[in-house]
Each structure stands twice: as structure tokens, then as C-alpha cells.
């Protein structure tokens, strides 16, 4: 009996501490298993109002029936969303701090105002991509896209744009048309496009680059006239009658995306999960809808094509930052 019971004894010990040893591995199995136990917030680097700020409301409200906790926006504009995507980058990267990301993602790092990269970031899923619309008040003495061109090259004063801050696509997208028409722009930056097209609605400034979904509302109240889309064609929907700038000899397209990503760093088996939730939400019915009805261009991608995408819109972006002297 007593061999047999330090037979016993002895595996009891080793079934002990192989269970001390397992025990890292197993509470992280656990946590993998319990993701999300907590509510998710999600970060836009703009204002509330804008086309981030839309998409990112109708991402969060369809991706809550494919996760057990919500998606909770907060909004954190600022330095033309360097703010925003600074406090993603360098959060703790386990799946409860995402971010809403746009095409300025890209843009920033060239323009010496953030200290983050696209390489801090794990796309999950594009949602959204459409060319900037360049419009004017319902107001203006410009009609067509060609009396702007013609008004622009002959006025005395410079004609004033809006744009979603310093170093955004908007303000680079007025910057690289000014260096086309061979003219010079005052260029007022604002904390996100919706407080700039409020200030082109009292006539504080002239004109303003922005997505068609900041203008559609306007557009159908008949407050803000759109002259052009800076596409290589022209836009379905509503804008369908809007010429493109190439239309009018001026080859410029530009535009933005956005999706969703998570800090370069989040375990392979949270980005699983978000990825999943995220595919589903963005292929619902409904978002497409929403979207739609908002002129938000529905854009659908995976991770990796999301991911290529980024990392030559870098390189672009780079290169004509260069060329139109554009760095601080």
C-alpha cells in the first residue's frame, strides 16, 4: 500500500505542477476565448457630422449584432486626424481600441506632422472610397466648374478653401489645383470638413474640397452647388451629373477611403474575431443602404486588399507631397 501510495503522491505532484506550468497558457486561451468581455471603442480622428463620423455610426450600429459587447465612437478630432490615429497607434493593442481610418492615414506622416506611420496599423476591413467633390454656395456668382477656373486665374484676391485641417487630403487636394491652374489659394484649415462647409454656407470662405457625402444634404437642399468630382469618371447617384475636372482639362483626381484597424501588435486570434464581425457588418443589406442614401461609396475590401492599398497610396502620396513642396 505504501508504494501505491507514493505511486499516487507522486503523480498528484507532477499533475500539480504541469497544472502551475499551464496556467499562463491557459488564462490566455481563456482571454482569447472571452474577446470582447468589455465594450469596444472606436476612434474618429475627425468631428462629429462629417463623412468619418457617418460611416463609422452605421459601422457601429450594424457590427453590434456579431459581437457579444458594443462599438462604442468617440470622436477625437484634431491636426487633421493626427490626434485621433496618434491615440490608436500607441493603445494597448488588445482588441478594445480600434480605429475608423481614412485616407489621411497616409498623408500625415509625410507631411511632418505625426509621429506615427501606416506601419503602426492592422487593417481589417475597407469600407468606403469615393473621389472629393469640389464645391461652392448655392450663393456664388460661379455656376459651372469653368467659371470657377476662369474667375480664379483673373481675380485679384485669392479665392479662399476650406479644408478639414492642414495636411488632410482636402487641403492637399486645393493645393495640388492651385499648383494646375497656375494660381494661389487661401487655404483655412477647420477640425474636420463639416464646420467647413458651415462656414462656405455664411460665406466665410469660397470654396471647399470635400467627399460627396459632407455635401449631399446640401446639395439636395439646394444651399451648396457642386462644379466638379476629382475623378477619372463621373460618380452614379446623385452627383451622375457633375463633371469630372479631367472633363474640363484639369487632370487632377483625388479622394479618400476608409475602414477600420486595430495597433500594429493586437494577437492574430482578436484580429480573427474583429475581422469576422467586421466582414459581416460591412456585407449586411442594410449598411450598403445606409450608406448609399448618405453618398458614401460603398468599398468593400479585406484586410490585405485594404492593407495594399495603403501602402500605395504611401508612396503616392509621398511623392506628391514632394513635388508640390508641401511638408512643414
Known amino acids: 500500500m505504501n508504494t501505491y501510495r507514493r505511486h499516487f503522491h507522486r503523480i498528484g505532484c507532477m499533475s500539480a505542477l504541469l497544472a502551475l506550468q499551464g496556467l499562463p497558457g491557459l488564462a490566455m486561451a481563456q482571454g482569447a476565448t472571452d474577446y470582447p468581455n468589455h465594450p469596444i471603442e472606436m476612434i474618429v480622428p475627425f468631428g462629429a457630422g462629417g463623412g468619418t463620423d457617418a460611416l463609422a455610426r452605421v459601422f457601429a450600429d450594424a457590427i453590434k449584432k456579431h459581437l457579444p459587447q458594443p462599438v462604442t465612437v468617440i470622436n477625437k478630432p484634431g491636426a487633421s486626424g493626427a490626434i485621433g490615429f496618434g491615440e490608436v497607434a500607441t493603445s494597448r493593442p488588445d482588441g478594445y481600441k480600434i480605429g475608423m481610418i481614412s485616407v489621411e492615414l497616409a498623408i500625415l506622416p509625410h507631411m511632418g506632422v505625426a509621429k506615427f506611420t501606416t506601419d503602426d496599423f492592422t487593417p481589417i476591413v475597407r469600407l468606403n472610397s469615393d473621389p472629393l467633390v469640389l464645391s461652392v454656395s448655392a450663393d456664388s456668382p460661379w455656376k459651372t466648374v469653368d467659371e470657377f477656373v476662369e474667375a480664379v486665374k483673373k481675380r485679384p484676391q485669392p479665392v479662399t478653401f476650406g479644408n478639414a485641417g492642414t495636411g488632410g487630403v482636402s487641403h492637399l487636394a486645393a493645393l495640388a489645383l492651385q499648383q494646375k491652374l497656375g494660381t494661389s489659394f487661401t487655404h483655412a484649415p477647420f477640425q474636420g470638413n463639416a464646420p467647413a462647409i ?81 466582414t459581416k457588418a460591412a456585407n449586411d443589406p442594410a449598411v450598403k443602404e445606409s450608406m448609399e442614401r448618405q453618398s458614401l461609396g460603398y468599398a468593400v475590401a479585406d484586410g490585405a486588399t485594404f492593407q495594399r492599398q495603403i501602402s500605395g497610396d504611401t508612396a503616392l502620396f ?6 508640390l513642396g508641401a511638408k512643414k
Do not use: C, N
Request: a positive charge; zero cysteines.
Open 318 to 323: 509621398k511623392q506628391l507631397i514632394d513635388q
Open 198 to 278: 458651415v462656414a462656405l454656407l455664411g460665406g466665410h470662405i469660397d470654396a471647399v474640397m470635400s467627399s460627396p457625402s459632407e455635401v449631399a444634404t446640401y446639395v439636395s437642399g439646394k444651399k451648396v452647388r457642386p462644379l466638379a468630382v476629382l475623378s477619372d469618371q463621373r460618380m452614379q447617384g446623385a452627383f451622375a451629373d457633375v463633371p469630372t475636372l479631367k472633363e474640363r482639362k484639369v487632370d487632377l483626381s483625388m479622394g479618400t477611403w476608409r475602414g477600420v484597424a486595430v495597433p500594429k501588435g493586437t494577437p492574430a486570434d482578436v484580429v480573427g474575431v474583429l475581422t469576422a464581425a467586421s
